[in-house]
């Protein structure tokens, strides 16, 4: 199973920004698809966004159109979730996803706390 290493959560002011970071540890990123999910206490783990391998189609939740933006640098072994216009109703742990060799990995989980 492929670990999965997600960066870049913290604390924020709503309105503010952040950039979370996913990259997978020992393994090319290139020629999978990825998603972000997110799971706040108390609820179920959701749906944020997902890329495809060469990054030119992507989907989003609803509730983050227009505000997140899902990425990748193939080069750079990595996928980006930019996180625009927080709101405290995205406080969560968020998480990356991929299905490697059938297998579906998980990171670890990132904290994102939105102030309000």
């Known amino acids: 199973q492929v670990q999965l290493i997600e960066s870049g959560g913290g604390l924020v002011q709503a309105g503010g920004s952040l950039r979370l970071s996913c990259a997978p540890s020992?393994?090319?990123?290139?020629?999978?698809?990825v998603a972000w999910f997110r799971q706040a206490p108390g609820k179920e783990r959701e749906f944020v966004a997902a890329i495809t391998p060469s990054g030119l189609t992507t989907s989003y939740a609803d509730s983050v159109k227009g505000r997140f933006t899902i990425s990748r640098d193939n080069a750079k072994n990595t996928v980006y979730l930019q996180m625009n216009g927080l709101k405290s109703e995205d406080t969560a742990v968020y998480y990356c996803?991929?299905?490697?060799?059938?297998?579906?990995?998980w990171g670890q989980g990132t904290q994102v706390t939105v102030s309000s």
């Open positions: 996803n991929s299905v490697v060799n059938d297998i579906n990995s």
């Open positions: 020992g393994r090319t990123f290139g020629i999978y698809a």
